[in-house]
């Protein structure tokens, strides 16, 4: 999708988002093209986040395969799977009428399971990247815990594939515009 965009719109400033939790992620999604990466789940299993305790722990025990989404036709969230989620997913796949779907959609909030610690029968909004979030950690610890991780990703990506950066340097650029350029040579 990144990339899709990326050549859509050139020179757009692009924001990637979702599915990133950690600074390699980070490092990908600006080899992918984008100027930054937002970062939401991650942020929510920090210290400050004003989360009630159970949906942190929420966040912390789901896996990859543990969140879906839900509310199509009505806006479509992603959320760890529970209760509702299973509810609500019955309700689409039997085709159950908007009406009632909204209904199941509207009265178990966000707010009951962040406010009120309901994490079994509400929404427990979280995208897929909550795999990746293992601790309840200060934002300070996280955004450096973001930043080695990122200057690590970067700092290996030579080492994956030695001599590479002396071929580009070697080709010269009318060979490097050539079609089929940097493919082997057929025999
Ligand atoms: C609790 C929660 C509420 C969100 N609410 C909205 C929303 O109202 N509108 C929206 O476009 N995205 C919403 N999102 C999606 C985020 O803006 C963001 O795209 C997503 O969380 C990024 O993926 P990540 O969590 O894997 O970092 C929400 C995400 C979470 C976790």
Request: proline residues 8%; without cysteine; hydrophobic residues 45%.
């Given at each position: 999708m990144l990339r899709a965009v990326a050549h859509a719109v050139p020179g757009m400033p692009l924001i990637a988002s979702g599915g990133f939790a950690d600074g390699q992620g980070l490092a990908a999604a600006l080899a992918l093209g984008a100027g930054a990466a937002q970062f939401g789940t991650r942020f929510m299993a920090s210290t400050e986040v004003n989360l009630?305790?159970?949906?942190?722990?929420?966040?912390?025990?789901?896996?990859?395969?543990?969140?879906?989404?839900?509310g199509h036709g009505l806006g479509v969230i992603r959320a760890v799977r529970n209760a509702f989620t299973?509810?609500?997913?019955?309700?689409?796949?039997?085709?159950?009428?908007?009406?009632?779907?909204?209904?199941?959609?509207?009265?178990?909030?966000?707010?009951?399971?962040?406010?009120?610690?309901d994490v079994t029968n509400v929404k427990v909004e979280a995208g897929q990247s909550v795999s990746l979030v293992?601790?309840?950690?200060?934002?300070?610890?996280?955004?450096?815990?973001?930043?080695?991780?990122?200057?690590?990703?970067?700092?290996?990506l030579p080492r994956c594939a030695p001599g590479a950066e002396t071929v580009v340097r070697t080709l010269s650029?009318?060979?490097?515009?050539?079609?089929?350029?940097?493919?082997?040579?057929?025999?």
């Open positions: 009630h305790p159970n949906y942190k722990k929420a966040l912390l025990r789901a896996a990859v395969e543990d969140t879906r989404t839900v299973e509810r609500m997913a019955a309700l689409e796949t039997s085709s159950g009428e908007l009406d009632a779907r909204r209904a199941a959609f509207t009265a178990f909030s966000l707010k009951m399971a962040a406010h009120d610690g293992g601790t309840v950690i200060p934002v300070v610890e996280i955004v450096r815990r973001l930043v080695e991780e990122y200057v690590a990703a970067v700092t290996e650029p009318p060979m490097l515009s050539a079609p089929g350029a940097l493919l082997p040579a057929t025999p």
